[in-house]
């Protein structure tokens, strides 16, 4: 149970300084705004400037716990000293009462799952390969290790990760998911149109692949979340039409340097409902998206759609579902303006869309396989049942990972030919891209320094057959991999 307190703790902490310090931010320029948008805000700006201050701490070989600590009661000094800690007690219109029970009944039952996912022991293949794998190098490294470049959202895993490691970077994440509905439903009510504030934001926050990823240490949520927030800085004209301009585009041209997917007629399909060929889905109701479009003859909706169109530009490149996450808070809200004014039309689909995104009801529909979320794990979020077992059960490659600790020497560079844990390791893993072959680049992977060849286990007959004349000696198979010694 103490683990859980230190996470409940780290996230507690990441959103106590973010608000109070982009609270008093705004503050500080005289902005004026309603209560419910001071908040979503004040704790973006907030995280933007928390993550600046991480990562200048962390180039200065600072990244610990005690100065992160350290660091945010100074920051919560001076936030609540500049006024941070006061809220404007003005008021948007109000949520019709049968829309803000809807809303609030939905937005509690997902959230209670989203909060079982994100506190268990973290295995996503994003979070525990990728994101938190450099999280882990620099934590350990008390710096930034193996060059300057980081994303702003990695800075902030940092932060929460030096508290009490994975699942609290997770927590980071779902901060950012339980925030952006309420952004947007502050959106809908400054529209006057709070009903299509409802029902986009929850459109949005029920979607499966939004709650599969909001819940894991990935940064596609955080990027959605901070892309609204900007737009709703230019809708309250407190950014120039440049300055959102230059976000947007910077968002397109570096998201998801991922290998791509064939274009087929199939793809609305495989984005909606099968969810295995594009990673995830985004829920069958989704179908109807092509609806916003008719949100352009309302004028907040010849904001949203150009406002979608740039944040879906990555998809091009990539075609994977979650590099439509940042697009879809503007695809919702459009939906909802039109959904809206054909009266029964939004509590229906809204209802189909809740029923149908609930993880137990998504294997109805689709495909074996697919990126989801399946079961709530209070057991091991509450660990209850040891953070150990629940990984060596859940995580391929967990058990490998805990067998080089313990038997490679410390030092020595390992290549993987797959994904691979590489966040719950001390060592250097370096996972190889999908190109590589054996034994053509062999060579090439023995001359960077390899001592150590991790092979996962759909690869290995062939290099268990050769490995003699490859040069290659067989060390241990655990968890889905095989570990080769290069001679």
């Known amino acids: 149970m103490t683990q859980v307190l230190y996470i409940l703790f780290a996230a507690g902490l990441t959103y106590a300084v973010s608000l109070l310090m982009g609270n008093a931010l705004l503050r500080a320029v005289r902005v004026k705004l309603a209560r419910s948008e001071g908040l979503f805000l004040g704790f973006v700006l907030g995280a933007a400037c928390l993550s600046a201050i991480v990562y200048g701490l962390a180039a200065a070989g600072l990244a610990r716990k005690g100065v992160f600590l350290g660091a945010s009661v100074l920051l919560i000094a001076a936030a609540v000293l500049a006024g941070g800690h006061r809220f404007s007690t003005e008021r948007l ?16 039952l997902f959230a209670v799952f989203y909060l079982s996912v994100a506190l268990a022991p973290e295995v996503s293949l994003d979070g525990t390969t990728h994101y938190l794998a450099t999280v882990a190098r620099d934590a ?5 290790a193996g060059g300057m470049a980081r994303d702003g959202v990695s800075m902030l895993f940092l932060f929460a990760f030096a508290f009490q490691k994975h699942s609290a970077a997770a927590m980071v994440e779902l901060l950012f998911l339980l925030v952006c509905p309420w952004g947007m439903l ?35 949520v955080a990027i959605a979340c901070l892309l609204f927030a900007i737009f709703y800085l230019y809708e309250l004209r407190l950014l120039a039409p440049i300055v959102i301009l230059l976000a947007f585009a910077g968002w397109a041209m570096v ?11 199939d793809i609305p399909f495989d984005l909606t409902i099968r969810g295995v060929r594009l990673h995830g889905l985004l829920g069958p109701m989704l179908l109807l998206s092509p609806l916003a479009l008719l949100a352009l003859r309302y004028p907040a909706g010849r904001r949203l759609v150009p406002a979608a169109l740039v944040a879906a530009l990555p998809f091009l490149v990539s075609h ?40 137990a009801f998504i294997p109805l529909y689709c495909d074996e396989g697919a990126w989801r979320l399946t079961n709530m794990e209070w057991r ?3 660990r209850i049942e ?6 060596r059960r859940s995580l391929p490659g967990y058990d490998m990972a805990r067998y080089i600790d313990m038997q490679v020497p410390q030092g020595e560079a390992i290549f993987s030919l797959g994904p691979f844990p590489r966040s719950y390791v001390k060592h250097e893993v370096v996972n190889g891209p999908d190109s590589i072959a054996l034994p053509r680049d062999l060579p090439q992977i023995r001359n960077s320094g390899n001592r150590w060849l991790l092979i996962p286990a759909v690869d290995v007959f062939h290099v268990y057959l050769n490995r003699q004349e490859w040069g290659l000696t067989f060390v241990a198979a655990l968890g889905g991999y095989q570990l080769y010694r290069i001679d």
């Open 380 to 382: 091991a979020a509450l």
């Open 386 to 391: 040891p953070e150990d077992n629940f990984l």
């Open 140 to 144: 350990q490294a008390h710096g930034l």
């Open 255 to 265: 998201a998801h340097p991922w290998p791509s997917a064939p274009w087929s007629a």
């Open 186 to 220: 502050s959106y809908g009510r400054r529209i006057g149109n709070p009903a299509a504030g409802v029902t986009g934001a929850l459109l949005f926050f029920v979607s499966p692949i939004v709650g599969k990823t909001g819940s894991s240490a990935s940064v596609d």
């Open 320 to 359: 994977e579902t979650t590099s439509l996450i940042p697009c879809l808070p503007f695809v919702a809200l459009a939906m909802a303006l039109v959904l809206t004014a054909w009266r029964a039309m939004a509590p229906v689909v809204l209802l189909a869309h809740s029923i149908l995104s609930w993880p």
């Open 93 to 108: 219109p109000a949520v019709p009462k049968p829309w803000m029970i809807a809303f609030c009944a939905i937005y509690g």
